[in-house]
């Protein structure tokens, strides 16, 4: 079985200075892991994931994620923060066991971004 | 379709009435997914779908859910006799295989009084 512990519930951070959310994860195989953000009254999108390849991956919006398997952590950056990245971000990891490709979900982290 | 669409987007219910939520996928997309998301929390894996067979139900909460797919395309979850502990947002995913990348549909807002 698997679980994601995301470390803050909350993150607030000021315009033009650089994010971190952290990330957290157990699994039983070689996983694959994820972030999602979630805007207000919006879907769910996928920010970026890690499948095994190179440990440090980038995403859409200026995201990059950190793959340390030493550390069982998948940290979420970006350089600089813009009020449009106030969100709710979720560390996902995939279970390929019964269930396809089920995915685990973090308990979310909520990012607050001031002027 | 452009994405994953749910109906109804909101609905509100009284304690003890069935409701039936409804997941159209993308067209094309042979798997799928329903998770609920309880207010401030993460989202909970409920059942996937290969197909038209369910062969992982071990998410569903209760023998009061159940959930089947037609045609290989549209997926209705059901939840009979609701309990207000039932209230959460229930959203569905679709991926082009099962291992494939899941899309996320904008979720049902299930509130049952």
């Known amino acids: 079985a698997q679980s994601v512990t995301q470390l803050d519930s909350h993150v607030s951070v000021s315009e033009g200075t650089p994010v971190l959310l952290r990330c957290n994860y157990s699994s039983s195989y070689s996983p694959s892991l994820f972030w999602y953000v979630q805007h207000p009254n919006k879907g769910l999108q996928l920010l970026l994931k890690y499948t095994s390849a190179a440990t440090l991956v980038k995403g859409i919006n200026g995201f990059e994620a950190e793959f340390k398997k030493s550390e069982t952590s998948f940290h979420l950056t970006k350089p600089s923060a813009h009020m449009s990245d106030a969100a709710e971000y979720f560390c996902v990891v995939s279970d390929r066991g019964n269930a396809g490709n089920m995915l685990t979900f973090g308990g979310g982290t909520r990012l607050m971004v001031k002027p | ?113």
């Open chain 2, 1 to 113: 379709g452009a994405g994953v669409s749910q109906s109804p987007s909101n609905k509100v219910t009284e304690k003890g009435k069935d409701v039936e939520l409804r997941c159209d996928p993308i067209s094309g997309h042979t798997a799928l997914y329903w998770y609920r998301q309880r207010l401030g929390q993460g989202l909970e894996f409920l059942i996937y779908f290969q197909g038209n067979s369910a062969p992982d139900k071990s998410g569903l909460p209760s023998d009061r859910f159940s959930a089947e797919r037609t045609g290989e395309s549209v997926s209705t979850l059901t939840i009979q006799r609701t309990q207000q502990e039932d209230s959460a947002v229930y959203l569905c995913a679709s991926s082009q295989t099962s291992i494939g990348e899941q899309f996320f549909g904008p979720g049902t807002r299930l509130t049952v009084l």
